[in-house]
């Protein structure tokens, strides 16, 4: 990358350093917003079902014993003492992003059909 040229985020148009400007990790599912408030238009938006039943439809809690004892080491970090809890949150999120792709800009899936 040339020293000229400037990253910028592509929703606040601010500047990103070059050192975090592939960061992945990011979603814009829930932004600071503890209340719900942006999941529950985006499940308005897209049609999808209340959160408990949408995971029990996902089998988040199934999946989430065999994920709880898998957890990546950067999620051990997380704040909290409850496996479970949290590989059925990591669960949830990743059915969401899978549902509704425009949930996660900074993550993009191409999708395709068979004939292209």
Sequence with gaps: ??????IRDQHTGEHVPEEQAYDLGGTDL?????????????????????????DQEQGVPERARTRAAGLLPEERLAPGDDPLALAAEVL???DVRTEV????????????????
């Design 92 to 94: 949830h999120e990743s």
């Design 30 to 54: 829930v932004a600071g917003d503890d209340s719900g408030a942006a999941e529950r238009r985006i499940r308005a938006e897209h049609h999808l079902d209340p959160p408990e039943e949408f």
């Design 1 to 6: 990358m040339s020293d000229d040229e400037d």
């Design 101 to 116: 792709p425009g949930a996660a800009p900074d993550t993009v899936i191409e999708r395709r059909g068979s004939a292209e």
